[in-house]
């Protein structure tokens, strides 16, 4: 019962990120059409930050879809333990 309540708070998680990524795109992009023409130091300087926070979240989904890989190995493991 625990291991299907801490899959599931990981599966939430993971989708959670999922979301973020499209968000944060269409968010730069935006920014990206309506910004540009300002000055050009600050834009580039809001482009980055916006890119990095983008990267940050495809690197956290990275790490948790490789975590809820490996709890989804122990759990199968675990199970055919118990079914032996």
């Known amino acids: 019962m625990a291991m299907a309540a801490t899959d ?7 989708e959670g990120q999922k979301h973020k990524i499209p968000q944060g795109h269409r ?11 300002l000055v050009p130091t600050k834009t580039e300087r809001h482009i ?8 940050d979240l495809e690197r956290r989904l990275q790490v948790l879809q490789k975590e809820q890989q490996e709890l989804i190995v122990q759990v199968v493991k ?3 333990r118990n079914n032996q």
């Open 8 to 14: 599931r708070r990981f599966e939430i998680d993971v």
């Open 27 to 37: 968010a730069l992009n935006l920014f990206l059409r309506n910004v540009r023409a």
């Open 48 to 55: 980055g930050t916006a890119r990095e926070k983008r990267r």
């Open 78 to 80: 675990l199970s055919d």
